[in-house]
């Protein structure tokens, strides 16, 4: 046995959880790798926009909020396996739930905080037009002021995530010892952690759509009725399914409001795979592409609203 094995057992797990960890490393590296390849590349291709975003998400960054959230969700995602759920074994389950749905939520609420402080109270303060006194346009502001603050969150996601991944792969030993099961192989783990990746990509989708509502919003909003909005925008998006297809839904007025709230609000629900992970289900590659595009197309379509409304906008 080697020397750190005995302790480890003793405190409930074995080493078997760590192994499948390179997997989360190898990902963790490769995202971070592949996000600042992205930035190098669009800073070639749109050098006004990109020295924008630049400075977004420094600023972001170094806000207090930033190192907060991800304090939070540290903590948080520590404190998850410990936590008695009173499933019957299936506690596992409830990891993958809530540790999905805390990142999420971390991450939509430093979108909307950047974007109400990048923009509206730049806006508030003068500060855009000074920026708009140099050779940059309204539109390459905008861009730029969505760029930078996906950045954070997507940082967010990457680090919250893989840590995250590692609690999965523990839980699982963990749970296994507690209730006098056989210990999981390594294969076992990993799978687990494998299958649950997928949900922090859609999560990431939800957050990037919720940021470009922010930024439209904050263009003629300050940040409290920026925040009540897109908290508003979130739960009925996850409740327009609900609506449509509801048993009242024969009412006429009650399905025009639902098909009119499905055409116009993002319907969120095509994001929220928390349940079907947590009970095993694997989400499919083709599920994953389409729901890129929606909220690729979604985020454009946001973005050009944006634009509207900031076009006309009185700075003086």
């Known amino acids: 046995m080697s020397p750190l094995g005995e302790p ?3 405190l409930g797990v074995s080493n078997v959880w ?4 390179w997997v989360v490393g190898v990902g963790m590296v490769g995202a971070l790798a592949a996000l600042f390849v992205l930035l190098y590349l669009f800073s070639k291709v749109a050098p006004k926009i990109s020295a924008i975003a630049r400075v977004t998400s420094k600023e972001a960054m170094s806000q207090p909020l930033f190192y907060v959230i991800l304090i939070i ?3 948080a995602l520590l404190i998850f396996p410990f936590l008695p759920y009173n499933t019957f074994g299936e506690d596992v389950k409830m990891v993958k739930s809530e540790g999905l749905t805390l990142i999420k939520i971390l991450a939509v609420i430093l979108a909307v905080w950047t974007a109400s402080v990048s923009i509206a109270d730049e806006i508030e303060g003068r500060t855009a037009l000074t920026l708009l006194s140099k050779p940059i346009g309204r539109r390459q502001l905008i861009v730029g002021k969505f760029v930078g603050i996906i950045v954070p969150v997507a940082i ?4 919250l995530g893989s840590f995250f991944l590692a609690t999965v ?3 699982i030993v963990y749970d296994a010892r507690e209730s ?3 210990t999981p192989t390594v294969v076992e783990c990993r799978n687990e952690v494998l299958q649950v990746t997928p949900g922090l990509a859609l999560g990431f989708m939800e957050a990037a759509m919720l940021a470009s509502v922010s930024v439209a919003i904050s263009t003629r909003l300050p940040m409290m009725p920026n925040m009540i909005i897109c908290f508003s925008i979130y739960v009925l998006g996850h409740l327009v399914p609900l609506l449509v297809n509801s048993a009242v839904g024969n009412n006429d007025f009650v399905r025009f409001a639902g098909d009119f709230s499905a055409a116009l609000l993002p319907v969120l629900d095509h994001f929220n795979m928390e349940t079907a992970i947590s009970t095993g289900q694997v989400i499919r590659a083709d599920y994953l592409g389409w729901t890129a595009l929606y909220s690729a197309v979604y985020c454009l379509v946001a973005m050009f609203l944006a634009l509207l409304l900031f076009e006309d906008r009185d700075l003086a």
């Open 18 to 21: 760590i192994r499948p960890l």
């Open 73 to 75: 969700g540290v903590v």
């Open 8 to 10: 480890l057992i003793l």
């Open 156 to 159: 967010v996601f990457i680090l």
């Open 180 to 182: 006098g099961k056989e």
């Open 169 to 171: 792969s523990y839980k």
